[in-house]
T-cell receptor, first 114, second 112 residues
Framework: DAGVIQSPRHEVTEMGQEVTLRCKPI?????LFWYRQTMMRGLELLIY????????DSGMPEDRFSAKMPNASFSTLKIQPSEPRDSAVYFC????????????FGEGSRLTVL | DQQVKQNSPSLSVQEGRISILNCDYT??????FLWYKKYPAEGPTFLIS?????DKNEDGRFTVFLNKSAKHLSLHIVPSQPGDSAVYFC???????????FGAGTRLAVHP
């Protein structure tokens, strides 16, 4: 029974380059979330989708960040152009229920922007 | 403007003793609270939750207490074991909003 799958696990890139992070949620889950973990702010919600539709993107830092969910089994988070302050661990999570449902997280994508 | 706050970044406890992790929230509309546990290089995993209609929920060695008037919750681990060493995140949500707001986390170290 596969969990949430994220790729790549590690990404090192240079400032100004485009970064694309990928996520495959658990089959049957209607909700998909992108979180970012930093030392200072912990786990920040960036955006979440319900049935492939973006519901709340108020946590997206700025226009350099964009997220898509073209179908129920795939989502991307893109940063263009990347900056050193974007260095963090990015988590994707999925859930099949409403606000009382637990989230199932992927293992994360560690991004380092030089 | 953090709505969920974990003011202790770290906690060290001796094996066999009680670990108490604290969490405060500012939004009185939150009605569901969860604790997640995270090991290095892994994603957070659900540990225990509590609804605002309760003030206590217990699951084995883990108990969560909720004080709504103080907007405070705590996670008690008794007895603490070395395998409990991890980062613990407190999270909150409210009806009608299908998202969890997390705190910054507390790193627990349980030493022999």
């Amino acid at each position: 029974d596969a969990g949430v799958i994220q790729s790549p696990r590690h990404e090192v890139t240079e400032m100004g380059q485009e970064v694309t992070l990928r996520c495959k949620p658990i089959s049957g889950h209607d909700y998909l979330f992108w979180y970012r973990q930093t030392m200072m702010r912990g786990l920040e919600l960036l955006i979440y989708f319900n049935n492939n539709v973006p519901i709340d993107d108020s946590g997206m830092p700025e226009d350099r960040f964009s997220a898509k969910m073209p179908n129920a089994s795939f989502s991307t988070l893109k940063i263009q152009p990347s900056e050193p302050r974007d260095s963090a661990v990015y988590f994707c999570a999925s859930s099949g229920r409403t606000h009382t449902g637990e989230l199932f997280f992927g293992e994360g994508s560690r991004l380092t922007v030089l | 403007d953090q709505q969920v706050k974990q003011n202790s970044p770290s906690l060290s406890v001796q094996e066999g003793r009680i670990s108490i992790l604290n969490c405060d929230y500012t939004n009185s509309m939150f009605d569901y609270f969860l604790w997640y546990k995270k090991y290095p290089a892994e994603g957070p995993t659900f540990l225990i939750s509590i609804s605002s209609i309760k003030d206590k929920n217990e699951d084995g060695r883990f108990t969560v207490f909720l004080n709504k008037s103080a907007k405070h919750l705590s996670l008690h681990i008794v007895p603490s074991q070395p395998g409990d060493s991890a980062v613990y995140f407190c999270a909150a949500s409210k009806s009608g909003y299908n998202k969890l707001i997390f705190g910054a986390g507390t790193r627990l170290a349980v030493h022999p």
